[in-house]
């Protein structure tokens, strides 16, 4: 049973292009979060989704991301204009449902880096 | 509000034991502990749920306050592999969805 899978791994874009994250969840996972971290910091919540629902965007910067998780393929975080300021690790986590006894498994992570 | 982890570091020999705590300003549902180590995902250890309910490796201990709404992950006798940074997070309803904490980094030598 393949985990979380993430790519790209690594990802550099110029200032202004835009930067698509994939995650494909691990199998029967229904629930995806986002969450990023900059150096040597914590993880920070961005965005909950389920199929083709944002459950919970509350750590989503207003401008400039999206998320989607469609029927069909992965999740998608979507980056536009990227500035420097959006380097960073974004890592992708999945669980099977929700409820506070449901451990989230967390794919390898996109490293975003902007020149 | 972001659950606050003590200490910040902690620096051990192979065979110490640590205790990691993880304090929160409002009342838990449950605590999620993750080891990271550099480079690499989080990797889930342990689900502390209200009311006594645990989930997690048979290895790793933690104990859950819920009226002093914190949470203390115990590791005994070190190894090296358990050099990394621990996270707690803590959220209402959702595991997935967590609040975390700024982490701890520990360092097992030798």
């Known amino acids: 049973n393949a985990g979380v899978m993430q790519n790209p791994r690594h990802l550099v874009r110029r200032r202004g292009q835009e930067a698509r994250l994939r995650c494909s969840p691990m199998k029967g996972h229904s629930h995806v979060y986002w969450y990023r971290q900059l150096p040597e910091e914590g993880l920070k919540f961005m965005v909950y989704?389920?199929?083709?629902?944002?459950?919970?965007e509350s750590g989503m910067p207003k401008e400039r991301f999206s998320a989607e998780f469609p029927k069909e393929g992965p999740s998608i975080l979507r980056i536009q204009q990227v500035v420097r300021g959006d380097s960073a690790a974004y890592f992708c986590?999945?669980?099977?449902?929700?409820?506070?006894?449901?451990?989230?498994?967390f794919g390898q992570g996109t490293r975003l880096t902007v020149v | 509000q972001q659950p606050v982890q003590s200490p910040q570091a902690v620096i051990l020999r192979e065979g110490e034991d640590a205790v990691i705590n993880c304090s929160s300003s409002k009342a838990l549902y449950s605590v999620h502990w993750y080891r990271q180590k550099h480079g690499e995902a989080p990797v889930f250890l342990m689900i502390l749920l209200k009311g006594g309910e645990q989930k997690g490796h048979e290895k790793i201990s933690a104990s859950f306050n819920e009226k002093k709404q914190q949470s203390s992950l115990y590791l005994t006798a070190s190894q090296l592999s358990y050099s990394g940074t621990y996270f707690c997070?803590?959220?209402?309803?959702?595991?997935?969805?967590?609040?975390f904490g700024d982490g701890t980094t520990l360092t097992v030598k030798p």
């Open positions: 997070g803590t959220d209402g309803t959702n595991a997935g969805k967590s609040t």
């Open positions: 989704l389920q199929k083709e629902n944002i459950i919970d």
């Open positions: 986590a999945s669980s099977p449902g929700m409820g506070g006894n449901t451990e989230a498994f």
